[in-house]
């Protein structure tokens, strides 16, 4: 698919998402040539309009943008990025240049992070500790939480509730990286169930 650069005057408007966590993180320009360097580079460079030039996200900073997926609008004139940053999105210092909220992303986020702890053991880490414990102790704190979440949501408080539900997620997040599994199937499942 081409990107139709011609329909808005050489410059068209891509959108730059967080690859996991899907947080819309900023927007910016590119025209033909930046378009070609982010292809071959794998980092996000746009054209600025302010520096009447190609900027490549990070310049300065080191906070790059790299490429994980592109997609092209059905008309052919906006460019969607999912990316890993390399820190802060924004010159504020802030993740998105949005201020939006993070709240349900974070599980996303903890996704990652307890991938991370799998790759690069923690000494003293929850997960790393639980991991060596091996797949039965792990599926049995997920049994064990559920449990509990059942008996605070039938007896207990709004946040003994919260707490609980908190601990099953977690615990259930480390089974399903146990199996290899992760977020993006289970919602892919549950999406094809609802059809």
Known sequence: MQIDFDKTGGLVPVVIQDEHTLEVLMVGYMNQEAWDKTQ?????????????RLWTKGETSNNFLHVKETFIDC???????KVKADGPTCHTG????????YDQNFIFQLEQIIADRYE???EGSYVNKLRAKGLNKIAQKVGEEGVE????ALAETETDLINEASDLVFHLLVLLREKNLD???IAKNLESRHK
């Open 75 to 81: 008309d052919n004139d906006t460019i969607l990025i």
């Open 120 to 122: 690069n053991p923690v």
């Open 94 to 101: 802030s993740r998105s240049c949005f201020n939006t909220e």
């Open 40 to 52: 071959a580079e794998k980092v996000v460079t746009f054209f600025s309009r302010s520096k009447n």
């Open 149 to 152: 979440t059942v008996i605070a």
């Open 183 to 185: 977020l993006a199937t």
